[in-house]
């Protein structure tokens, strides 16, 4: 959606995730949107406050606990449907990244009511506000289309959740292979092919865990080798794949509690 200039606060960046076109987080209170398309496929969730909107002659509302998707090409507005206006996050997806036979069943239900999905589109926003996560965002984002088309196309048979340990096991070969340089979702799929949300799902079930959660842990194994060993955090960072010493601290201090600087200098039991 585009906006007159009565703002608060906007917030926007393209980030390095194939198929987001943009991120964009915005608090709008007065403003009135003019009916517009866009190219992209509007993935929105509303933290604060609600928004009314037409669709195709229809109108709709985006209370905080729905999910909107707006499809590509087709004219939409939009006015505040509180008096304090409305706080956003809105992820713009390349059109191919749903596919255009969606488009229909989008207009026809825009607003998906689906704690779950409302859940995965806020983690992702999260990941992609954090350099570094590119995997972590990419697989996020491909169980949320995996869960819209099981809304849009809900006739359509879904595949059942199977087993699949020796894909699992190629994939986990690949991540302690990349384990300092990373792998992104689309290169594991073609050097470990399958549809990324089944490789990301038969990896999760066959290790109870998540490809991305597999390769931060990896690197902060590696981390507290390369601590002890006498080297710095900012060393530790950039020789075992984290983007910089904030994204090392960062996950190092979720694993193992204390920060790497007082992890390095602890002192050994006497």
Do not use: C
């Amino acid at each position: 959606m585009a906006a007159d200039q009565r703002t608060h606060t906007v917030s926007a960046w393209r980030p390095r995730v194939p198929g987001v076109v943009e991120v964009f987080h915005a608090h709008y209170t007065e403003y009135a949107y003019p009916m517009h398309v866009h190219e992209a496929w509007t993935l929105l969730i509303v933290d604060d406050g609600a928004v009314r909107y037409d669709l195709d002659r229809h109108e709709h509302g985006t209370p905080h606990d729905t999910v909107s998707l707006l499809p590509p090409h087709v004219p939409h507005n939009g006015s505040p449907a509180t008096p304090d206006g409305f706080r956003k996050r809105v992820l713009y997806l390349d059109a191919s990244r749903l596919g255009h036979e969606l488009i229909g069943p989008a207009v026809d239900a825009p607003d998906l009511r689906d704690p779950v999905l409302r859940r995965r589109v806020g983690q992702l926003h999260a990941a992609l506000a954090l350099p570094g996560e590119e995997l972590e965002a990419e697989s996020r984002l491909t169980l949320i289309g995996e869960r819209l088309h099981a809304h849009l196309r809900p006739r359509e048979p879904r595949d059942r959740a199977r087993r699949d340990p020796v894909l699992a096991r190629r994939l986990r070969e690949l991540l302690d292979e990349r384990v300092v340089q990373g792998v992104t979702l689309d290169e594991a799929t073609r050097l470990v092919p399958a549809h990324p949300a089944h490789l990301v799902r038969a990896f999760s079930d066959a290790y109870g865990i998540a490809p991305h959660q597999y390769l931060t842990s990896r690197r902060v194994d590696r981390a507290r080798r390369l601590l002890l060993a006498g080297h710095s955090p900012a060393e530790v960072a950039g020789a075992t794949g984290f983007y910089d010493q904030a994204h090392l601290t960062r996950h190092f201090k979720r694993l193992v509690g204390v920060t790497p600087g007082r992890y390095r200098t602890s002192p050994a039991p006497r």
